[in-house]
């Protein structure tokens, strides 16, 4: 197959088509995971023994300032990040408060879709696409939909097959 790149509709953030001279560059794309969900490692604590006050003191002193803390219905904590050193702290934490947490990148805020339309790419098994894109990001495709998941919260221009 020969090199070419195709442009990728965001279908997430708007209905714009994004073309490779769309003036992006490289330096506005990061590629780390910047929502985490924090989670009590054993079912005999919860997080209800703290206020606010001391989740946010325990953030800021373990961690830094963060963009977004919630509580979500479930007693989990979901987090918001923009700075990847945040994320590779927050990936290693295993305390807050003195209680055992197990922190997670959220299975679908990291990760954004577009639809990828390509000739070469119709008569491809969806088990090789994977294989061949997996290291521009891509980790799911759906074939008859040209749906394509990326592994990056900012949508990939263009995607390479070469």
């Given at each position: 197959m020969y090199a070419s790149s195709?442009?990728?509709t965001n279908r997430r953030h708007s209905n714009k088509r994004s073309c490779p001279d769309s003036g992006a560059s490289d330096d506005e794309?990061?590629?780390?995971?910047?929502?985490?969900?924090?989670?009590?490692?054993d079912d005999k604590t919860s997080f209800n023994s703290l206020t606010a006050f001391d989740l946010?003191?325990?953030?800021?002193?373990?961690?830094?300032?963060l963009v977004t803390v919630r509580c979500l219905q479930l007693g989990d904590i979901l987090i918001e990040t923009d700075n990847p050193?945040?994320?590779?702290?927050?990936?290693k934490m295993d305390s807050l408060a003195h209680l055992?947490?197990?922190?997670?990148?959220?299975?679908?805020?990291n990760a954004s879709k577009g639809?990828?339309?390509?000739?070469?790419l119709a008569s491809c098994d969806v088990a090789e696409i994977l294989t061949e894109?997996?290291?521009?990001?891509?980790?799911?495709?759906?074939?008859?939909?040209?749906?394509?998941?990326?592994?990056?919260?900012?949508?990939?221009?263009?995607?390479?097959l070469q």
């Amino acid at each position: 197959m020969y090199a070419s790149s195709y442009c990728v509709t965001n279908r997430r953030h708007s209905n714009k088509r994004s073309c490779p001279d769309s003036g992006a560059s490289d330096d506005e794309i990061f590629d780390f995971s910047r929502w985490f969900v924090v989670q009590l490692a054993d079912d005999k604590t919860s997080f209800n023994s703290l206020t606010a006050f001391d989740l946010g003191k325990a953030f800021k002193a373990q961690i830094g300032t963060l963009v977004t803390v919630r509580c979500l219905q479930l007693g989990d904590i979901l987090i918001e990040t923009d700075n990847p050193t945040y994320a590779s702290m927050l990936q290693k934490m295993d305390s807050l408060a003195h209680l055992p947490v197990k922190v997670t990148p959220h299975r679908t805020l990291n990760a954004s879709k577009g639809i990828v339309r390509s000739r070469e790419l119709a008569s491809c098994d969806v088990a090789e696409i994977l294989t061949e894109l997996k290291p521009q990001g891509v980790i799911h495709r759906v074939p008859k939909k040209h749906v394509t998941t990326f592994s990056k919260l900012t949508l990939t221009i263009s995607v390479q097959l070469q």
